[in-house]
C-alpha cells in the first residue's frame, strides 16, 4: 500500500522538483532584470490575488471536494457515470470562472485598494498595479480549469502531467522578461508589464498541456451547465467551507501582503523571495504527499476500510517529519547562503539578500507545520468532513491577525528602532511603519505562529475523532530523527562559522561553497539515520 504511495509521490516529487529547479531560474531572472523596487512590489500584488485563486483551485479548495466526489463515482458507477460528472462540473465551474473573472477586470481599481492599501490611490504605483491586475486575472480562469483536468489525471494515477504544467508558466515568464521587456522599453510602457502579460499566456499553455492526457482516459469534457446534477450539488455543498480549511496558510499570506504593503518600499519583493524559496520543500514533497494522498484515503473511505486509511495517515505523518525537520533546520541556518547564492545580482543588492534572509529564517520555522497540514486536512476532506478544517482554519487566520498586530506593538513599545521610527513619524503609527527597516521579517513569523496553531488544531481534532491510530514503532523514529538532526545543526553551524560572509565572492565561488554546505548537511542527516538503525525501507511502511 505505502509502496505504491512512495512510488506515486515519487513521481510527482521528481516532476515538481523540475518545475522548482525553472521557477528558481524565473525568479532570478526577476532579480537580476527588476531587483527589489515599488514597480516589483506592484507586479508581485497584482499577480498575487490570481495566484491565491490557483491555489484555492489547484492545492485546496476545489481540489479537496472534487477528488473524493470523483473517487466515489468510479468506485460506485460505470465511465459513463464519471463522463457525465465530469461534463457537468466542468461547465458550471467555466460559468463561475468566467463571471468572476469579468467581475474582477472591472472591479479591479477597488480589488487593489482592499489588498495593498498601502499604494496610495492614484499613485504611479497603484495603477500599475491595477492594470498588472486585469491582466494577470484571466490565468484564475484558465488555471483553474487545469486543475480539475489535473485533479481527473491524479484520481488516475497519472500524476507526470500534471506535475510538468508548472514548468510552462515558468518558461513564459522567464520567456516575457529577457524578451518582451526590451520591446517594452522601446514602446514606452513600463518594463515590468511583461510578466503581466507573460501570466496571462501560461494559463493557456498550461491548461491545453494537460488535454491530450484526458482525452487518452476518454474524459475530455463537453461542459454542460447542470446544477441540478447530484455530484455537481455536492462538490458544491462540499467546496464552500474548504475555502477556508485548505487554504488558510494562502489566506494569511495573502493578508501578510496586504500589510507589507504598508511597510517599507521592497518589503513585499522581500516576502515573495523568501516564500519562493520555502516553495522547494513545500512544493516538491507537501505538494506531491497531498496530492498523492488525497485519492488514497478518499478510496480507503470509499471501500471502507479503516485499517488501510489509517496506514496511510500514518505513512503520511512519518514522511512529513523525515523531510519537514531537516528543512527547517537548513532554511533556517542557510537562509544568507541561499539567497547570496541565488538572488544577489543585477539589482538584487545586498540590503535586498539580507532583507529577504530575516523573513525567510522566521516562516522557515514552520516548515514542518505547512507540510503536516498537506496530510492533515486531507485527512477530513476524504471522509466528506469541510467543516472541522474550517474550524482550524478560522482560528489560525485570527492568530496571524492578532500575532501580526501583537508584534507591531511589541516592536513600537520595546525595540529602540520603532520607538525612534515612531517619533519620526510623529506619533502617526502607519507612517512609522514605513520606516521601521525589518518589520516584513514579523509578518512572516505570525505565518509561521498561524502555520503550528493549523496543524496542531487538525491534529488534535483527528484524534478526537478516532479514525487514526498510531502504528508501532514512533518512539524510535523521533528518536532516529532527533540524533540525524542535532549532528545535521551541527555540521552546517560549523560551516557557517568558517564561510560567514558570502556576499564578496564570485557567483561560482559562492556556488560551490552552498553544494558543499547543502551536501554536507544532507549526507550527514542521512548518515545519522543509518547509524540510528533507520533503513530506506522503512519510507515504504507497513
Known amino acids: 500500500m505505502s509502496g505504491r504511495l512512495l512510488k506515486s509521490t515519487a513521481v510527482f516529487s521528481s516532476m515538481t522538483f523540475l518545475s522548482r529547479i525553472s521557477g528558481l531560474v524565473r525568479d532570478q531572472v526577476y532579480a537580476h532584470v527588476f531587483g527589489a523596487s515599488a514597480a516589483m512590489d506592484a507586479f508581485v500584488v497584482a499577480f498575487r490575488i490570481p495566484?491565491?485563486?490557483?491555489?484555492?483551485?489547484?492545492?485546496?479548495?476545489?481540489?479537496?471536494?472534487?477528488?473524493?466526489?470523483?473517487?466515489?463515482?468510479?468506485?460506485?458507477?460505470?465511465?459513463?457515470?464519471?463522463?457525465?460528472?465530469?461534463?457537468?462540473?466542468?461547465?458550471?465551474?467555466?460559468?463561475?470562472?468566467?463571471?468572476?473573472?469579468?467581475?474582477?477586470?472591472?472591479?479591479?481599481?477597488?480589488?487593489?485598494?482592499?489588498?495593498?492599501?498601502?499604494?496610495?490611490?492614484?499613485?504611479?504605483?497603484?495603477?500599475?498595479?491595477?492594470?498588472?491586475?486585469?491582466?494577470?486575472?484571466?490565468?484564475?480562469?484558465?488555471?483553474?480549469?487545469?486543475?480539475?483536468?489535473?485533479?481527473?489525471?491524479?484520481?488516475?494515477?497519472?500524476?507526470?502531467?500534471?506535475a510538468l504544467s508548472p514548468i510552462l508558466l515558468n518558461i513564459s515568464m522567464i520567456a516575457a522578461a529577457l524578451c518582451l521587456v526590451p520591446h517594452m522599453q522601446a514602446w514606452g510602457y513600463e518594463p515590468v508589464l511583461a510578466l503581466a502579460w507573460g501570466v496571462f499566456v501560461a494559463g493557456i499553455l498550461q491548461l491545453a498541456f494537460q488535454l491530450p492526457s484526458l482525452a487518452k482516459l476518454g474524459l475530455l469534457p463537453r461542459p454542460r451547465l447542470d446544477l441540478a446534477h447530484a455530484g455537481v450539488r455536492k462538490i458544491m455543498k462540499l467546496m464552500v467551507p474548504t475555502l477556508f480549511g485548505s487554504s488558510v496558510a494562502q489566506v494569511n499570506l495573502l493578508f501578510n501582503t496586504l500589510a507589507a504593503s504598508m511597510l517599507m518600499g521592497g518589503s513585499v519583493t522581500w516576502l515573495y523571495y523568501s516564500d519562493r524559496l520555502l516553495e522547494f520543500p513545500l512544493g516538491m514533497f507537501g505538494v506531491a504527499i497531498g496530492t498523492v494522498i488525497l485519492p488514497h484515503l478518499s478510496s480507503r473511505h470509499a471501500s471502507s476500510d479503516p485499517e488501510g486509511y489509517s496506514k496511510g495517515l500514518d505513512w503520511g505523518f512519518r514522511l512529513c517529519l523525515l523531510i519537514g525537520i531537516p528543512a527547517c533546520i537548513g532554511l533556517v541556518l542557510c537562509a544568507q547562503p541561499l539567497l547570496a547564492t541565488l538572488f544577489q545580482y543585477g539589482r538584487f543588492s545586498e540590503q535586498d539578500m539580507r532583507m529577504s534572509s530575516l523573513s525567510l529564517m522566521a516562516q522557515s520555522l514552520a516548515v514542518p507545520a505547512f507540510l503536516l497540514v498537506k496530510v492533515l486536512a486531507p485527512a477530513f476532506y476524504s471522509r466528506q468532513d469541510t467543516r472541522t478544517p474550517v474550524k482550524a482554519a478560522v482560528a489560525s487566520i485570527l492568530i496571524n491577525i492578532v500575532c501580526t498586530v501583537l508584534l507591531f506593538v511589541a516592536m513600537f513599545s520595546f525595540s529602540p528602532m520603532g520607538q525612534a521610527a515612531l517619533v519620526a513619524a510623529d506619533g502617526q503609527w502607519l507612517e512609522a511603519l514605513k520606516k521601521v527597516e525589518g518589520a516584513h521579517a514579523l509578518l512572516a513569523l505570525a505565518i509561521a505562529v498561524a502555520g503550528w496553531a493549523n496543524a496542531l488544531q487538525l491534529w488534535w481534532y483527528l484524534r478526537r475523532a478516532r479514525v487514526y491510530q498510531l502504528q508501532p514503532g514512533w518512539g524510535r523514529f523521533l528518536l532516529q530523527l532527533l540524533v540525524a538532526s542535532v549532528l545535521m545543526l551541527v555540521a552546517v553551524v560549523a560551516l557557517r562559522l568558517l564561510w560567514a560572509d558570502w556576499t564578496a565572492w564570485a557567483w561560482w565561488e559562492r556556488g560551490w561553497r552552498l553544494a558543499v554546505l547543502v551536501g554536507t548537511g544532507g549526507a550527514v542527516y542521512a548518515a545519522g539515520l543509518l547509524l540510528m538503525g533507520y533503513r530506506p525501507r522503512e519510507l515504504r511502511g507497513q
Open 51 to 162: 495566484n491565491f485563486m490557483r491555489r484555492l483551485s489547484a492545492e485546496g479548495s476545489f481540489s479537496m471536494a472534487f477528488v473524493p466526489v470523483l473517487a466515489e463515482y468510479k468506485a460506485k458507477g460505470d465511465h459513463a457515470a464519471v463522463k457525465a460528472l465530469v461534463d457537468r462540473v466542468a461547465g458550471v465551474l467555466t460559468a463561475s470562472l468566467l463571471v468572476m473573472t469579468g467581475l474582477a477586470i472591472v472591479l479591479a481599481p477597488w480589488l487593489m485598494r482592499v489588498f495593498a492599501p498601502g499604494f496610495a490611490p492614484g499613485s504611479e504605483q497603484a495603477e500599475l498595479a491595477t492594470l498588472m491586475l486585469q491582466i494577470t486575472f484571466p490565468y484564475a480562469l484558465f488555471i483553474s480549469l487545469a486543475s480539475l483536468v489535473g485533479g481527473v489525471l491524479n484520481s488516475y494515477q497519472k500524476f507526470a502531467v500534471p
